[in-house]
T-cell receptor, first 117, second 110 residues
Framework: EAGVAQSPRYKIIEKRQSVAFWCNPI?????LYWYQQILGQGPKLLIQ????????DSQLPKDRFSAERLKGVDSTLKIQPAKLEDSAVYLC???????????????FGSGTRLTVV | TQLLEQSPQFLSIQEGENLTVYCNSS?????LQWYRQEPGEGPVLLVT?????EVKKLKRLTFQFGDARKDSSLHITAAQPGDTGLYLC??????????FGQGTTLQVKP
């Protein structure tokens, strides 16, 4: 089966500009996650969707970050305006499982590397 | 806030040595997952442990889930240069959230 697709792979922008990332999860996967990963560290959860509804966005900096998952399939993550500290890899992951139980089938995309200069 | 503490953060060993990576929390998780990540790629799932005390083996890798489902360990026997990478543990909460530890960077020298 096809994996989680993310684009673009790389993006360089100046601070205060805006940027958007796109994610296409594995077909049929109900749960979608966006993570921010600083080089050499573990991913930090930004937002979790179940179908097209937000389950958890407690760590999303809502003054500058926004995300949506229209029709419960593709998702976009936007940053506006970007800051230097937003430089990181943004990972998208999907899973076929619901909110309860042990979970399985987590698959990550290759990520988008963002550099803010 | 649920946290996962991974140790050690960095490990540099010679080929053929054994190693253990630990993942600890004060919280109970419905499952614990281990991932390996290579530069420029997303994490790749190695194993999911669900039951307290569960042990799973994947070739030279042995994974164990603590009896109380709060901690886990990854043991690699006779490490090889191909094992080099970032190892991540992740706990799944009862709301389906997947929380990661800080990661362990492993370098295996030939």
């Amino acid at each position: 089966e096809a994996g989680v697709a993310q684009s673009p792979r790389y993006k360089i922008i100046e601070k205060r500009q805006s940027v958007a990332f796109w994610c296409n999860p594995i077909s049929g996967h109900a749960t979608l996650y966006w993570y921010q990963q600083i080089l050499g560290q573990g991913p930090k959860l930004l937002i979790q969707f179940q179908n097209n509804g937000v389950v958890d966005d407690s760590q999303l900096p809502k003054d500058r970050f926004s995300a949506e998952r229209l029709k419960g399939v593709d998702s976009t993550l936007k940053i506006q305006p970007a800051k230097l500290e937003d430089s990181a890899v943004y990972l998208c992951a999907s899973s076929p499982t619901g909110l309860t139980g042990p979970g399985y089938g987590y698959t990550f995309g290759s990520g988008t590397r963002l550099t803010v200069v | 806030t649920q946290l996962l503490e991974q140790s050690p953060q960095f490990l540099s060993i010679q080929e053929g040595e054994n190693l253990t990576v630990y993942c600890n929390s004060s919280s109970v998780f419905s499952s614990l997952q281990w991932y390996r990540q290579e530069p420029g790629e997303g994490p790749v799932l190695l194993v999911t442990v669900v039951t307290g005390g569960e042990v799973k083996k994947l070739k030279r890798l042995t994974f164990q889930f603590g009896d109380a489902r709060k901690d886990s360990s990854l043991h690699i026997t006779a490490a090889q240069p191909g094992d080099t990478g970032l190892y991540l543990c992740a706990g799944r909460t009862n709301t389906g959230k997947l929380i990661f530890g800080q990661g362990t960077t492993l370098q295996v020298k030939p």
